[in-house]
């Protein structure tokens, strides 16, 4: 259904508010307005402050919508002009792109949103970012930052770290080093993080090395080790193991690392990894969609031998799914 109304051919009437300067719009399937693109200034006044959004083109950042709506007309993105400081939970913060809960409260931040291309690299990124401090007890640290997320009641849900960046986080496990971030309970605990090389876990079933070759970097929010807020392992993903269960009607079943065609070479195999979660309270693990009875079920864990990868340096510039093994 319609929630708009066009004023003339440059204005709408959203229930936002009137946007002016608008270059063009598009809608959701069932005609709700879905985003804006702006060529005049215009401010909108949200929880984190007035922004103003995109209405300037540049090679850095072209085809942005400067204004994304949900179906009931509320504003959950706005692309910035240029970067500003905003209002968060955690204090000031530089942002370029901003996004929201339907309710209005802050859902991510990314300090910049330039479009990496031929033309524009990820060290001319860079060059718009700045160092960021935190400490969040289970971390202190001092790094550049791709985007934070936070919860509707305001704490922080993840922290993604700029490429590039890498910081040491303490774990029920020990210290482990991430160059991707970590994600955290609503308590401040630790729910996730991104192992920056394999690292070897005790389990119920074993001891399993952490490591997901997959993880796209995109954001921190899920990652290949997780803990409960009791600081026990809740699931990991796995490269270098395969698992045999010993099931409770006798039979053996297998789970191992899929391995698969890598997206730049159709000579080359890369791995999957796998998943495998715990459930403390039925007494149970899951792997492939399966679920076994912990005290019931055997397990055993064998070696998985990646298939190898030789990159070039140049490879590597354009590859995140490097075997590290």
């Known amino acids: 259904m319609q929630n708009y109304m066009v004023i003339d051919d440059k204005t709408l009437q959203t229930p936002f508010g009137i946007l002016g300067g608008v270059a063009s719009f598009t809608c959701h399937p069932k005609g709700e307005l879905f985003?804006?693109?702006?060529?005049?200034?215009?401010?909108?006044?949200?929880?984190v402050g007035e922004l103003v959004p995109a209405y300037t083109e540049t090679p850095r950042?072209?085809?942005?919508?400067?204004?994304?709506?949900?179906?009931?007309?509320?504003?959950?993105?706005?692309?910035?002009?240029?970067?500003?400081?905003?209002?968060?939970?955690?204090g000031g913060l530089p942002?370029?792109?901003?996004r929201f809960y339907p309710g209005g409260e802050?859902?991510?931040?990314?300090m910049v949103d330039g479009q990496l291309s031929g033309f524009w690299s990820e060290e001319d990124e860079r060059k718009h970012n700045i160092p960021l401090s935190f400490d969040l007890g289970i971390c202190q640290f001092k790094a550049m930052i791709s985007g934070i997320c936070f919860y509707e009641s305001g704490e922080i849900k993840s922290i993604t770290?700029?490429?590039?960046?890498?910081?040491?986080?303490?774990?029920?496990l020990g210290t482990v080093e991430t160059e991707v971030g970590l994600s955290l309970w609503q308590s401040g605990k630790l729910k996730s993080v991104e192992p920056?090389?394999?690292?070897?876990?005790?389990?119920?079933?074993?001891?399993?090395a952490a490591f997901d070759p997959d993880h796209?970097?995109?954001?921190?929010?899920?990652?290949?080790?997780?803990?409960?807020?009791?600081?026990?392992?809740?699931?990991?993903i796995t490269c270098d193991h395969s698992i045999y269960v010993q099931t409770e009607e006798g039979s053996i079943v297998k789970y191992t690392p899929e391995q698969k065609m890598h997206p730049l070479y159709d000579d080359v195999l890369t791995v999957s990894g796998l998943k495998v979660?715990?459930?403390?309270?039925?007494?149970?693990?899951?792997?492939?969609?399966?679920?076994?009875?912990?005290?019931?079920?055997?397990?055993?864990?064998?070696?998985?031998?990646?298939?190898?990868?030789?990159?070039?340096?140049?490879?590597?510039?354009?590859?995140?799914?490097?075997?590290?093994?």
Do not use: W
């Open 35 to 47: 985003g804006v693109k702006l060529s005049e200034k215009n401010m909108i006044v949200t929880e």
């Open 61 to 90: 950042r072209k085809n942005k919508l400067a204004v994304e709506f949900d179906r009931k007309g509320m504003v959950v993105a706005v692309s910035l002009e240029q970067q500003q400081e905003i209002i968060t939970p955690i």
């Open 95 to 98: 942002a370029e792109l901003v």
């Open 106 to 110: 802050l859902h991510r931040i990314f």
């Open 161 to 172: 770290l700029f490429p590039g960046e890498k910081i040491a986080v303490k774990t029920p």
């Open 196 to 208: 920056m090389e394999a690292v070897m876990v005790p389990t119920p079933i074993g001891t399993l």
């Open 216 to 236: 796209n970097g995109i954001n921190a929010d899920s990652n290949s080790l997780s803990f409960t807020q009791e600081g026990e392992i809740k699931s990991l």
């Open 277 to 325: 979660e715990f459930d403390y309270n039925s007494r149970q693990v899951t792997m492939g969609g399966q679920s076994y009875c912990l005290n019931r079920c055997g397990f055993t864990i064998e070696a998985f031998q990646r298939p190898g990868m030789h990159c070039s340096p140049s490879d590597c510039a354009n590859c995140s799914l490097c075997n590290k093994g």
